[in-house]
C-alpha cells in the first residue's frame, strides 16, 4: 500500500507539472519586445542647469516618439546632494537599468551625454556589459558614444560649437571653452578638439579645470594673438557648478577673475552644450546607432 500511495502521488505530480510546462515554456517567446531608452549624465545640482537636459529629452522624444525614456545620473556626489537638498532620488546607471529590467523592460539603449569618453564614461560601459550578462531582466543593452567618440564627431561637434558663438562676438575677440578636463587618458580629447577648432576659428580655445590646456595656456595663447576681448562659454552639457563658479564666478580664482585681473573684458555665457539643438543633434544620432543596434544582437 506504501508502494501504491506513494506511485499516485508522483504521477499527479507528473500531471501537474506537464499541465503547466506549455505555459511556462511559451511565456518567453509570446512576449513583445518592450524597449527603453536610458539617458545617463554626469548630472548637476543647480535646478536651473536642468533646462540643458530638458532640451535633450525634447529632442530624444521626437526622434523616438514611441519609447519610454528613463534618466540616471552617473556622478555618485550629486545623487546625493540632490537628495539631502532636495529630497528627491535620482538613480545611478546600474539602479535605473535594473529597475526597467524589473518593469519589463527586455531591450534598452543606453546613452552617454557625456562630453567625453572618460572615466564616468568608462564606468558606464562596464555597467552596461554587466547587464548583458543578467540572467534575467533586459535581453539586450546597448550603449551611445559620448559627444567626442571619433574623428567625424570631432569635425561635426566643431561645427556645431561654432554655431553656438554669441552673434555679437567680433572677429578679433577670442571664444574660450571650459571643459571640464580628467586624469584619465580621454582628456586628448580636448587638445585634439583644439586642433579641429583652430582650423575653423583660430580665436576659438579650448581649455580645462582639471587637466590639460590649462587656464595658463590659455592665456599664453591670448596674450600672442593680442586678443584684448574674451566670452566664456562652458564645454559641458549643463551650465552647472563649474560654469557658474569655477568660470563665471566672482571668486578671485574663477576665469573671468583671472581673465579680467589679466587685463581682458570678460563676457560670460551660462547655457550648457545641451541647450543648443546643433550639440544636441549629434547625441541623438548616437542614440539612433545604439537603438538600431538592439535589434541586430
Known amino acids: 500500500m506504501t508502494f501504491g500511495r506513494t506511485f499516485r ?14 505555459a511556462f515554456a511559451g511565456h518567453g517567446s509570446t512576449d513583445a519586445p518592450k524597449k527603453g531608452i536610458l539617458l545617463v549624465a554626469f548630472g548637476t545640482t543647480v ?3 536642468r533646462a540643458a537636459f530638458d532640451n535633450i529629452e525634447k529632442a530624444v522624444r521626437k526622434a523616438f516618439p514611441d519609447t519610454e525614456i528613463r534618466w ?21 546607471p546600474a539602479a535605473a537599468l535594473a529597475r526597467m529590467g524589473d518593469e519589463g523592460f527586455t531591450e534598452v539603449a543606453v546613452q552617454s551625454l557625456h562630453t567625453i569618453p ?4 568608462s564606468d558606464l560601459q562596464r555597467t552596461v556589459a554587466a ?3 543578467m540572467p534575467k531582466g533586459t535581453r539586450t543593452v546597448t550603449l551611445g558614444e559620448a559627444l ?35 586624469h584619465h587618458p580621454a ?30 595656456d590659455i592665456v599664453a595663447a591670448l596674450k600672442a594673438r593680442s586678443v584684448h576681448t574674451v566670452w566664456l562659454m562652458p564645454l559641458m552639457s549643463v551650465a552647472g557648478d563649474h560654469a557658474r563658479n569655477d568660470m563665471a564666478g566672482p571668486e578671485p580664482d574663477s576665469w573671468k577673475s583671472i581673465l579680467e585681473k ?25 542614440l539612433r546607432t545604439a537603438f538600431d543596434a538592439l535589434d541586430k544582437q
Open 118 to 121: 572618460g572615466s564616468e564614461y
Open 72 to 92: 540616471a545620473y552617473s556622478a555618485r556626489q550629486v545623487r546625493h546632494t540632490i537628495r539631502e537638498n532636495e529630497g528627491a532620488t535620482m538613480l545611478s
Open 131 to 133: 547587464f548583458r550578462d
Open 148 to 182: 567626442l567618440s571619433r574623428p567625424h564627431d570631432m569635425e561635426a561637434a566643431v561645427q556645431a560649437i561654432v554655431s553656438t558663438f554669441p552673434t555679437q562676438r567680433k572677429a578679433d575677440e577670442a571664444v574660450v571653452l571650459m571643459g571640464h578636463g580628467t
Open 9 to 22: 502521488w508522483l504521477a499527479l505530480l507528473l500531471l501537474l507539472l506537464s499541465l503547466s510546462m506549455p
Open 187 to 216: 582628456n586628448i580629447y580636448y587638445p585634439g578638439l583644439q586642433y579641429y577648432l583652430g582650423k575653423v576659428d583660430p580665436n576659438a580655445l579650448v581649455g580645462t579645470v582639471e587637466g590639460v590646456p590649462t587656464l595658463d
Open 47 to 49: 535646478p536651473e542647469a
Open 262 to 286: 589679466a587685463g581682458f573684458t570678460v563676457h560670460t555665457v551660462l547655457k550648457g552644450t545641451g541647450e543648443y539643438d546643433a550639440v544636441v543633434d549629434i547625441w541623438v544620432h548616437h
